[in-house]
């Protein structure tokens, strides 16, 4: 393994600590690797190193390379310093992706707490935003005693370009409430974006990996409060793709950036029901589906009204299209064929 450490910004004492592993060679099929970036936390005030190296090794045994961002604090931490810190990082992390042997496009940030907040501003307002973000018990609102005061609102920001995310806290972190978790998974449902979120019956906060090498036994938490660790590392599988050990590279990711296909440039069965009705062609097949449904449920082939019945409206406005057909268990063909049609029609 090798190990660099890179100064951003002398004055503010701003580095940047990569932990880099070997490929190819004993590694035969694996020419490059995704990046964690870990930001620790610390009340803007320190950046805690229980937070840092401890986090950036188990991503690095399962395979990713890691780096650890020592970012703008104290005195320095006014906004926006931090996140510029994290915008020279990823750029940096783009410069060297072929010396480091990184793929840029599968970096992922995770942050605690402050480092947190930074994580989530990194997803939702940034210029380089990561391909996934890690939550610890992290600050998203802007009204967190202990936080820095300049510090923005994330929650506001989420939009359908912020990407997968991870969250973990727990239901009596006296520091950080767990509604900080719970808003910004809110506005992530809202836009349509993937996650997965672990709200631990009981623990405080700060507890980092949750092992005995950072965290006491003695600790009043929850003894699955630790496998936030190897759970975040199997979502990263399923929203990065695993490494492929037949043809090199990257397998396709098995889960999308968004549950439906509504940010798609042209409509598909996938889309919510809701974005097809808005669509004018979109809509004109949809009820011609929609009445076919209808009789098909009452035993009425005949039924016509070619209309989305008002009191199915609610339930089914978030549906995707296939599950909807699903529902009536209509066959593979007519629901490749519908997709075809749809796939015709542009999306806005």
């Known amino acids: 393994m090798n190990k660099q450490v890179l100064v951003l910004n002398e004055e503010r004492n701003v580095t940047l600590t990569a932990y880099l592993l070997e490929v190819g060679g004993e590694f035969r099929t694996i020419e490059k690797r995704p990046l ?30 890691a780096a650890v961002l020592r970012y703008s604090v104290q005195s320095h931490c006014t906004w926006p310093n931090p996140l510029e810190d994290y915008e020279q990082a990823m750029e940096l992390i783009k410069e060297k992706a072929e010396e480091w042997k990184v793929y840029p496009e599968k970096t992922v940030v995770i942050g605690f707490s402050a480092g947190g907040h930074l994580a989530a501003a990194a997803a939702t307002m940034a210029k380089n935003r990561p391909a996934a ?29 912020t990407p997968p995310c991870f ?41 980092s990996t949750c092992d005995t090498s950072v965290q006491g036994p003695s600790t009043h938490i929850s003894r699955r409060v630790p496998d936030w660790v190897p759970d975040s590392i199997g979502w990263l599988r399923e929203v990065l793709g695993e490494f492929d050990d037949e043809n090199g590279g990257m397998c396709r990711p098995e889960v999308k950036a968004h549950i439906s296909a509504d940010q798609e440039p042209f409509l598909s069965v996938d889309c919510t029901m809701r974005r097809i009705q808005g669509n004018p062609r979109g809509a004109e097949i949809l ?48 629901v490749e064929a519908l997709n075809a049609q749809l796939k015709q029609i542009p999306n806005i």
């Open 167 to 207: 969250l973990f806290h727990t239901r009596n972190d006296n520091v950080v409430p767990v509604m900080n978790s719970l808003r910004f998974m809110e506005a992530l449902t809202e836009h349509d974006i993937t996650f997965e979120s672990h709200i631990y019956s009981y623990g405080p906060h700060g507890f």
């Open 133 to 161: 973000a890690i939550l610890g018990y992290a600050v998203t609102g802007a009204d967190v005693k202990g936080c820095s005061p300049t510090a923005p609102d994330t929650i506001s920001q989420v939009d359908e370009l």
């Open 287 to 334: 009820n011609k589906v929609m009445a076919q449904m209808k009789g098909k449920a009452s035993g009425n082939p005949a039924a016509d009204s070619g209309e989305v019945p008002p009191e199915m409206a609610d339930t089914i406005k978030r549906m995707t299209l296939r599950d909807a057909l699903g529902f009536v268990q209509a066959g593979e063909e007519a």
């Open 36 to 65: 964690v970036l870990v930001l620790p936390g610390g009340g803007y005030q320190f950046c805690s190193d229980r937070e840092a190296d401890p986090v950036a090794f188990p991503y690095l045994k399962a395979g990713y390379h």
